[in-house]
């Protein structure tokens, strides 16, 4: 292609081998570099060991398989998946480093998606690296009661494989000029969750810096005594579908996990029964409650939700769709507080009450709750909302899940009514994320200051075409949810 330069081999020298990458546009890239050992064979659901050692140069030129999940035609998909991804600039540093840990509710996505090139990040002086980690079964589900105490605490394997993913890269980010002082954790829906959770779990603190939660919230986690029934629940579910026992899941080919796994959460009353758990161990309480404790309160968090987050699942027009998506409350307690938004919003539909309602019960709140929970703490925090919304296509009027993500990444859907909008504010979000990742206060031309967090008075940063800072931005909404999260 006219004007681009061809890319040209890059090396770097870790401390379990040399590995051999490109260079392109000034940027180095490297692909598909394991962080531990294939959790495969005998270490099927058991905790992520270090990767062994490897000589002469190992090729970092292709990214590796995405984790076993279902529905992915054309995608290969592995046990074999904790690998990582590294976008470094040239030169010598030290350059602060973002982590991105990709969303899919803990059953889906990858590290390598398109839209998580991190040459962008990189061009602008930060380390960008994007993470694999188990899904499923293979990394959120408690097997203790049905395979025997070896592996109690693996509904936490995923957990642990982004805390070995942490460590590599405290070794080993010096040599590729990354600052292992300056790591900033982040990402969107389960990415987010998993980097609140982090955030409470406190052989992790030395790990990580800072945190950017995009739509997540650190609540989704089991207590032991619901985590437990879930991991017999799934056992009975393999036998009846397979007529095998359950120590047979250990040697099974790990696809045909897959489609007991889909059948099984279509069928279990509670939503995302997959999760990670308060094991005792790793996670000895629910993490929200003890974010901010220890090293947690040095550290800062930018966090914030989309406002229709919601519309992206139920849609416009959904029907009664409250029963499959109410994610941490049982469902007559939602519908108790479901049926009080019609005070809150008398001109809205019903249809549009449920989605403000459901985007509060699973992001929004739990964000919140997050972030009062770190100031009050000690800990610095910024928050946003994101109220853009496209003027065009099915979702039309709504600022839905994952709107967001395109303008971190400078991916904005430029084929909407608005597209122009939609990219002006995406490279104001980029830059005030970067500028966070800096160890700046987030801020981008375009933008009013942006305030630190405060719990009695919510300063939030509004972010839309002409963006703004209120105090107690949905004030009465938020109320309902007084003591029910």
Request: proline share 7%; glycine share 12%; with cysteine.
């Amino acid at each position: 292609m006219l004007g681009q330069k061809i890319p040209s081999s890059a090396k770097v020298r870790t401390s379990f081998g040399v590995l051999r990458g490109l260079t392109q546009d000034g940027v180095r890239v490297f692909r598909g570099v394991p962080f531990a050992e294939p959790p495969v064979g005998a270490l099927r659901f058991m905790l992520p060991l270090p990767p062994k050692p490897w000589k002469g140069e190992r090729d970092a030129t292709s990214f590796s398989a995405s984790p076993m999940q279902p529905g992915e035609q054309g995608t290969q998909h592995s046990e074999d998946c904790l690998y990582l991804n590294v976008w470094a600039p040239e030169g010598k540093g030290p350059f602060p480093v973002f982590v991105w840990i990709h969303g899919g509710g803990f059953t889906g996505g990858h590290s390598f998606e398109k839209t998580y090139d991190g040459s962008g990040f990189a061009r602008e002086g930060v380390i960008c690296i994007s993470v694999g980690y188990r899904l499923g079964v293979f990394g959120f589900l408690d097997f203790e009661s049905v395979l025997g105490s070896k592996y109690a605490g693996s509904a936490n394997n995923s957990v642990r494989d982004l805390i070995a993913a942490l460590e590599w890269i405290r070794k080993n980010i010096s040599s590729f000029g990354g600052d292992p002082a300056q790591v900033t954790i982040g990402g969107e829906s389960a990415g987010a969750k998993l980097s609140d959770i982090l955030l409470g779990v406190p052989s992790a603190e030395s790990l990580f810096h800072q945190v950017i939660s995009e739509s997540g919230g650190a609540e989704r986690v089991w207590p032991k005594v619901l985590a437990t029934p879930v991991g017999k629940g799934f056992a009975e579910a393999w036998t009846e579908a397979t007529g095998q026992p359950a120590a047979a899941m250990l040697t099974t080919p790990a696809e045909r996990l897959i489609p007991v796994q889909k059948d099984f959460m279509d069928h279990w009353p509670q939503h995302f029964p997959l999760r990670p758990e308060i094991d005792g161990k790793l996670i000895s309480k629910l993490p929200v409650q003890v974010v901010g404790g220890g090293g947690a309160r040095s550290k800062r968090l930018l966090i914030g939700t989309n406002r229709d987050e919601s519309a992206l699942f139920v849609g416009p027009h959904p029907g009664d769709a409250t029963a499959q998506n109410v994610g941490n409350l049982g469902l007559s307690s939602f519908h108790e507080t479901y049926e009080r938004y019609k005070s809150v919003y008398p001109q809205m539909n019903d249809e549009q009450r449920r989605i403000r309602a459901l985007t509060a019960e699973e992001y929004w709140v739990p964000s919140l709750r997050l972030a009062d929970s770190h100031v009050n703490a000690g800990g610095t925090a910024f928050v946003y909302e994101l109220a853009f919304a496209e003027t065009s296509g099915r979702l039309s009027g709504y600022s839905y899940h994952s709107l967001d993500v395109g303008m971190v990444w400078q991916h904005p859907h430029l084929d909407a009514a608005n597209g122009q909008q939609e990219a002006v504010l995406g490279k104001q979000i980029h830059a005030a994320w970067v500028a966070f990742i800096k160890g700046e206060t987030p801020t981008a031309q375009g933008l009013p200051v942006w305030p630190r967090y405060r719990a009695d008075t919510r300063p939030t940063m509004i972010l839309d075409v002409v963006s703004k800072v209120e105090e107690r931005p949905q004030e009465a909404e938020f109320r309902l949810w007084d003591g029910k999260l």
